[in-house]
């Protein structure tokens, strides 16, 4: 297991013109490197470069490198056709893997896991799950942030994204890259797992134990956050960078800083929007990457603490009597959104979680 380094900054893309990235990509594939799509592309992968999907960007982090096509986007994301070229091992031959690298509504780019698309479901796979049972029921959820990307690579994808101002619609590529799966299947396949399970079998592969890093000792209590001994964020001498960006969808000028925990074993991405501010989970400081670009060792903690600015929160009238469905903790919905009748603002919590109030003080002065 890779211990913690000093953590770099983060990383942009290389130096390289659109034709330079092609020429390398193509001189990868006629020096036998496999591509391996695990879509409808899988039995014939050269229809991705057939179709398009050309890489004009390369990123090169933790000796993993990553090869993007264009930004384009479909009714659901807006998304790259990214390349995951793991270091080879053992003289094997170099494979790479083509996958998809998403934005999800907290402004965190994310790879899917798979697909689930059929005539009434259309849905992005979103990692590893968690399974546990209550009142005589098994029950089972998606651990979304298995699927972020690493922090050190955001900005280069969120650069990336905005400066390409035109963007073409495409509704074919999840379906040449993502498996698709059967109906309501929402666990990820064993490519996806087996890295994670590998890594915790190993002494010292899990974070606080596997323990949660932090916690809520009271349901619905913004105030009763409590973090595991080292793990709160270190915003006096933590801060590795800033960056600056803007987001329509919240408001203009946004600003994002990572911030180092106090023993330097994990990391978080906090956002400062306007109106809003929030913190996607935090990741380790390892550097071992899967085949899909992301760590293959996590971070537990509740995830009430990971809300973002907006959030689900609906009735649904489907179910009978009608239910309400909210990943907002109860008591701290606001206002439905103008965008989404499904999502609404979350601020009334946010606002309340001491680490964010401390975050405003110590950081941004306010």
């Not at 384009?72 to 790259?80: D, G, L, Q, T």
């Not at 994310?110 to 992005?124: K, M, P, Q, T, Y």
């Amino acid at each position: 297991m890779n211990e913690p380094k000093p953590v770099p900054p983060s990383v942009a893309a290389l130096a390289l013109t659109p034709r330079d990235v092609a020429r390398e990509f193509h001189a990868l594939l006629e020096a036998g490197a496999e591509l391996k799509p695990a879509g409808a592309a899988r039995n014939d992968p050269g229809t991705l470069l057939d179709s398009g999907y050309v890489p004009r960007l390369k990123i090169d982090l933790f000796g993993t490198r990553f090869y993007l096509t264009r930004a384009r986007k479909n009714p659901a994301v807006r998304f790259f056709v990214g390349y995951v070229v793991p270091p080879s091992q053992d003289r094997s031959p170099c494979r790479i893997y083509p996958r998809i690298f998403y934005k999800d509504l907290s402004l965190a780019w994310r790879v899917g896991s798979h697909l689930v698309a059929n005539e009434d479901e259309f849905w992005i796979g979103k990692g590893a799950v968690e399974r546990w049972s209550q009142d005589g029921y098994e029950h089972l959820r998606s651990v979304e942030s298995t699927t972020d990307l690493p922090l050190e690579l955001q900005t280069a994808l969120e650069t990336t994204s905005h400066e390409q101002t035109r963007v073409r619609t495409d509704e074919r590529a999840l379906f040449l890259i993502l498996r698709n799966a059967p109906r309501g299947r929402i666990e990820p396949y064993r490519d996806f797992t087996a890295p994670r399970d590998r890594a915790a079998a190993r002494r010292g592969g899990r974070i606080h134990g596997g323990r949660r890093v932090a916690w809520f000792s009271r349901r619905n209590d913004p105030a009763s956050l409590k973090f595991a001994r080292g793990f709160a964020p270190d915003f006096a001498r933590g801060i590795v960078e800033e960056s600056r960006s803007s987001s329509r969808l919240y408001g203009g000028a946004l600003r994002r800083f990572r911030i180092l925990s106090e023993n330097r074993r994990i990391q978080y991405l906090f956002f400062s929007a306007p109106r809003h501010t929030w913190i996607v989970p935090p990741q380790a400081t390892t550097t071992e990457l899967s085949s899909y670009g992301v760590r293959v060792v996590d971070v537990k903690a509740d995830e009430d603490l990971f809300v973002p600015g907006y959030e689900y929160h609906y009735v649904d009238d489907e179910r009978d009597p009608p239910e309400i469905v909210s990943q907002i903790p109860q008591g701290f919905a606001g206002a439905q959104t103008d965008f989404d009748p499904t999502r609404a603002d979350a601020s009334a919590w946010l606002e309340r979680l001491p680490v964010i109030r401390e975050f405003r003080r110590k950081v941004l002065g306010s």
